[in-house]
């Protein structure tokens, strides 16, 4: 890609991340665990990019949370290693859990419950190696703090924070009693932005959406709508007077239906305009209109560029094969994500 | 892929496609077209794959529509030719569009706007080739009677293609009066699934979903939910019993959001389970509850599979990078669709 590109010449609708807000967003984890003294595990579910992993793990590739197992193998074939698949075993996939623990130093799996036990012990690795459960030993207890979603404000984040380290850390003391020593790691985006004293107890965090941030988690108070990396980038294709609308060149195809009814401009934040609502959306169309009064066309001619800030950049992203990467608006390049299971 | 493969043993959520049901559902599209002496060009946004339009195609590679240039080129690299881009003129997209109306013996695109005109004029084509506009030439005139959608039942569903096809072939009549003879082409898979006989007067007809439809069209009347052609497969993952809950391991990245608040039955309809709703999905969990009474979990063991009848089949299969294709439940291979603008 020519460097001189400007981002203003992408065909749209066009799926943009901002290099530096990401790398902002990293590092600012990153010291974050460091002055907890956590160790931080990044989730890969969000960007699905061997770029971004890069940056959220400092270049260590290692360390890692993924969804799927399309996603493991991915980063498993581009040398990442200790990958955690934040999934409870579906028995499908035990015989792909099993190639992945053989062929990594460390891949993970989660059990929550004992047939998915069964299911393992009946899979022998190779070469000598184990499941770590047999005999049943517990490598670690893994927690995510979904409910911090519900929240609004870092006042309502902490107390859920606080309220998961405790039951968390409860729950390592009952095993401890009980002869079991083993990690702990719990995670959402909302409670490791905004962390509480006594995560640092705890072995691990699993953050995940931090690196792009969206407007969700601008409106839950995990970042500002400063801190989101992506948007993506549209065009005014259609001029509808007599609906009092404006159709743009993006529809489900370029940005998530998910957050549907959650905000008053509608799918997205349309950016510097605060009067605009995505109203709805088909595969290829989105329809705009002014939250009130009437629209003033002269604003937005035909072919001209809006942003939109995702409600939820975990959906939209993944409506995109690419990502274009820039840096205050020069593009640097392309990242392509993983997709399926 | 091993023919003797079942389809029981894909890794889920997997989007399958019954061969059979599509072939069936193309023919009886192009017998009705050729019964009404129309053209069929049929839309490929929904599969974007070759396969499928090589049977939509009936085999001519020739006459097709498309709602990207991501499509376009991808069919034009395919030896696809008389392609219509279904998209009101983009005006970051004419260099795309121009080098495709150089490489195709007909490469179609719509206009509008006089802007767009104007756009077309500003870029020539090579070797001698014209756009067809100059002087004011139109090639045809073209419609989507999209309130089909709105339509209960084959009545309401004629009534709206009588009108769209009246509505066009008067202003067909006001074009041939002011001198100009040129195609006209109405299309929403509804009215040609159930076209009146006036349609034969039109050119051409374009539509697009019927090639797998989906449980949208059955509730419109299209068709009925035997002939949906796709499917997503899915598993147990999980028994909630404190919520009267089961947990499947498809989520939004396996099936769209598309269709909230419009069945009974959630996101889908689950095949053999008319009291299970697909309540609500996050990336790659979704949870689904009984619509009345409690949850029997020995008819859903863990790892057991579901079927889910997509609400919107262009949205769903947009999610996966490939489908399943099998012929009464036998694997015979996979199709891969392109995506992106």
């Known amino acids: 890609m020519n460097s001189e590109e400007a981002l203003s010449a992408l065909c749209t609708p066009a799926l943009v991340v901002d290099l530096d807000k990401v790398k902002r967003n990293a590092e600012k984890m990153i010291e974050r665990c460091q002055n907890l003294g956590v160790q931080l595990r990044p989730h890969m579910k969000t960007h699905k990019t061997l770029e971004c992993a890069d940056i959220l793990t400092g270049g260590s590739r290692r360390c890692i949370v993924v969804s799927t197992?399309?996603?493991?193998?991915?980063?498993?074939?581009?040398?990442?290693?200790?990958?955690?698949?934040?999934?409870?075993?579906?028995?499908?996939?035990?015989?792909?859990?099993?190639?992945?623990?053989?062929?990594?130093?460390?891949?993970?799996?989660l059990l929550d419950h004992p047939h998915a036990l069964d299911q393992l012990i009946k899979r022998p690795l190779k070469d000598g190696r184990l499941w770590r459960t047999e005999g049943a030993e517990l490598t670690g207890v893994y927690a995510h703090c979904g409910n911090t979603y519900n929240c609004r404000g870092v006042e309502q984040i902490q107390a859920v924070a606080q309220e998961t380290t405790d039951l968390t850390l409860q729950f390592m003391e009952k095993l401890k009693a009980a002869g079991v020593t083993c990690k702990s790691s719990i995670g959402s985006t909302p409670s490791c932005s905004h962390p509480v004293k006594d995560m640092a107890q705890l072995s691990e965090?699993?953050?995940?959406?931090?690196?792009?941030?969206?407007?969700?988690?601008?409106?839950?108070?995990?970042?500002?709508?400063?801190?989101?990396?992506?948007r993506v980038l549209t065009r005014v294709i259609g001029h509808c007077p007599h609906r009092n609308q404006l159709l743009i060149d993006c529809g489900w195809s370029g940005l998530s239906l998910d957050g549907a009814g959650k905000l008053p401009t509608g799918y997205a934040v349309i950016e510097g305009h605060p009067n605009l609502k995505l109203l709805s959306m088909t595969q290829e169309h989105g329809r705009v209109e002014p939250i009130s009064g009437l629209l003033d066309y002269g604003k937005y001619p035909l072919g001209s560029l809006l942003t939109l800030i995702p409600y939820h950049s975990c959906a939209s992203v993944a409506m995109h094969p690419v990502y274009y990467v820039h840096s205050e608006g020069r593009l640097l390049g392309k990242w392509t994500p993983t997709r399926g299971c």
Chains 1, 2 share one sequence.
């Open 205 to 230: 965090v699993h953050p995940g959406n931090y690196g792009f941030y969206d407007v969700q988690q601008s409106v839950i108070g995990s970042c500002t709508l400063k801190d989101v990396a992506v």
């Open 69 to 109: 197992l399309a996603e493991a193998c991915f980063y498993a074939d581009h040398g990442f290693d200790d990958i955690l698949y934040a999934y409870s075993l579906p028995f499908d996939k035990v015989e792909r859990c099993a190639a992945l623990a053989e062929r990594l130093d460390l891949f993970q799996v």
